[in-house]
């Protein structure tokens, strides 16, 4: 394990207790995370609100991390409370004409189909697009969904169940051609823009939102990111801030939060608008170490430790007889997670004895999901699968 992998798994204690291999589902808490919040929490158990600019001072540090993760710039990032939150901003805030499309996936986690499905109240249409029958989803396969009335497509960067990767550069180059096209074409209010769950990638594999011409983003931070529930990040590309007119504004959505409010009053110029009101301060403190946390090795070493770990796994389930269900076929479509299945017994029972013999996994899709993040080692991986029925 090269030393800056080292140093990460030295922030993490529960590996002494546990084999944890469940970063789809929460992540364990880091000593750096650990610390931060307590920072938080001493300072204002001793001096209550006086911190309060160096509250918002950290809020922009964290900002400054969660661009540069995404390659964004700071001023079109928000924080918000969870995935879900991002996702309804948009859904809710684009101006949906009856008849206009909204293309999904059929297989999505619930958060990402929910927010456009509420849409068929405003006249909208939901496009579902299915996995095909090796458990994938192709661009091809969305794009031939993608109509004249499609306004948007709303995807996962990696599938919550089995771990299938979307080729997103893939999806946004073609995308874009379309809205060029349509643009030559004077058709540019035709254009279909894209919004990306991110939370089961983000902080185990790198994603650009340039490279991939991402217009939204939302994740929250408790998966791969290695935060807390409750602080998440939303991505809204600069020249889109207008097309969302949401119901998620309020006092502090104004570029004054304290000044005294009129109907005039001007918004945020940039996304902070969508941070809408009082955020978790002690999360915020936490999520800025976990950001810090994840800068340390750098985005290359973490996907590639991540990836040779599921590898391992991956072989060594099938060695033993288990049907792997994550498409695994072509590299550029795994990720952190790999979903597997026993030949006689169900996912379940077989979650509860992994958890009694010291191994944290969980059953999704079918199957037992196994998630393991860069400060996992090769050594725990043949451990855990010494421990398998
Ligand atoms: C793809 C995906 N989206 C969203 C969520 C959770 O959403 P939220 O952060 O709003 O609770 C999960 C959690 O498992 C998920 O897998």
Known sequence: MPDALSALRAAFPVASRWIYFNHAAVAPVALPVEAAVAEFLREAREHGSAGFQAWLARREAARQAAA???????????????TSQGLITVAEGLRLQPGDEIVCLQDDFPANRIPWWRQVRRG???????????????????????????????V??????????????ALGAGLAARNAAAAAEGRGACETLLCVDAIQSLGALPLDVEACHID???????????????????????SR????????????????PFAPWTPESPLQPDARRFEYAVLPVAVLYGFEAALGLLAAPGRPAIEQQILALTERLA???????????????????RSGIVTATHPSRPARELVERLTAAGV?????????????????????????????P
Do not use: M
């Open 360 to 388: 944290q996994v969980t059953w999704r899709g079918g199957g037992v999901r196994f998630s393991p993040h860069a400060w996992n080692t090769s050594e725990e991986v043949d451990r855990l699968l010494e421990r398998l």
């Open 68 to 82: 540069a993760l995404i390659g964004a710039r700071s001023s079109e990032v928000a924080f918000t409370t969870c």
């Open 124 to 154: 909208a249409r939901v496009v579902e697009v299915p996995r095909d029958e090796s458990g994938r989803v192709t661009p091809q396969a969305i794009l031939a969904r993608v109509g004249p009335r499609t306004r948007l497509v709303a």
């Open 241 to 256: 801030l207008e097309e969302l007119d949401g119901p998620l504004i309020s006092w502090w959505s104004y570029a004054q």
């Open 315 to 333: 072989q060594g389930l099938a060695a033993r007889g288990w049907t792997v269900l994550s498409p695994r076929e072509r590299p550029a479509e």
């Open 156 to 169: 996962s960067s990696v599938l919550y169940d089995h771990g299938f990767r979307l080729d997103l550069p």
């Open 216 to 238: 939204f983003l939302s994740a929250d931070s408790h998966k791969w990111l290695l935060g807390l529930e409750g602080i998440g990040l939303f991505y809204c590309r600069a």
